[in-house]
């Protein structure tokens, strides 16, 4: 099993559509890092977060530290937002250790 | 522009020919990370480094090597590159202020075939 969990693997939406992408992870945490790749395979950092919710523009991303949870939402999905997003968690040991999800591949329909 | 630089971009070797795929960052960044990408296994972490001289092993070290000499350039080292290092790799950067707590910045990927 997976130390960080991504689901669904494949999400197809209509364009408008309310996105959920989640993240599980059994490691202990300091921060769980959401990252986008474009289909040109370059990839950026969205959000990095360690508790609460944040939001920017379209994009909102939450975490529940006790339930070892994370989502990212997108509001209003554009064409534009197709992209892999993956999650990623450092463990609070102190490492530098990243572990990554395998990604969620989502392609939204004009 | 703070950039983190990879070059190259795309490389198609021969199996047992050394390369050196480099990486350079302009944020002063202290800690840079390799990772391969592989489809159906995401993002791996080969090496790390929290500083100059300063490295360590990330999940998949084997067959690779990386120095840090000066603070901004990270090279990864194949000794004897094999088809089973067929992938793409990133390079990445952040501060070290909070352990886990830094935006890291990726360069643009290197795709490299080992034939």
């Known amino acids: 099993k997976n130390e960080v969990e991504q689901s669904p693997q494949n999400l197809t939406a209509q364009e408008g559509e309310f996105i959920t992408i989640n993240c599980s992870y059994s490691v202990g945490i300091s921060a769980l890092h959401w990252l986008q790749q474009h289909p040109g395979g370059g990839i950026v950092s969205l959000f990095m977060?360690?508790?609460g919710k944040k939001k920017h523009g379209r994009l909102i991303a939450t975490i529940n530290i006790q339930e070892k949870h994370s989502s990212l939402h997108i509001t209003a999905s554009h064409p534009r937002d197709s992209a892999v997003y993956i999650c990623?968690?450092?463990?609070?040991?102190?490492?530098?250790?990243?572990?990554f999800g395998t990604g969620t591949r989502l392609k939204v329909l004009a | 522009e703070a950039q983190v630089t990879q070059n190259p971009r795309y490389l198609i070797t021969v199996t047992g020919k050394k390369l050196t795929v480099t990486c350079s960052q302009n944020m002063n960044h202290e800690y840079m990370s390799w990772y391969r990408q592989d489809p159906g296994l995401g993002l791996r972490q080969i090496y790390y480094?929290?500083?100059?001289?300063?490295?360590d092993k990330g999940d998949v070290p084997e067959g690779y090597k990386v120095s840090r000499k000066e603070k901004r350039n990270f090279p990864l080292i194949l000794e004897s590159p094999s088809p089973n290092q067929t992938s793409l790799y990133f390079c990445?950067?952040?501060?070290?202020?909070?352990?886990?707590?830094?935006?890291?910045?990726f360069g643009a990927g290197t795709r490299l075939s080992v034939l």
């Open positions: 990445a950067s952040s501060p070290l202020r909070s352990a886990g707590k830094n935006i890291q910045y």
């Open positions: 990623a968690a450092p463990p609070t040991s102190g490492t530098y250790k990243y572990i």
């Open positions: 977060l360690s508790s």
């Open positions: 480094s929290m500083n100059v001289e300063v490295t």
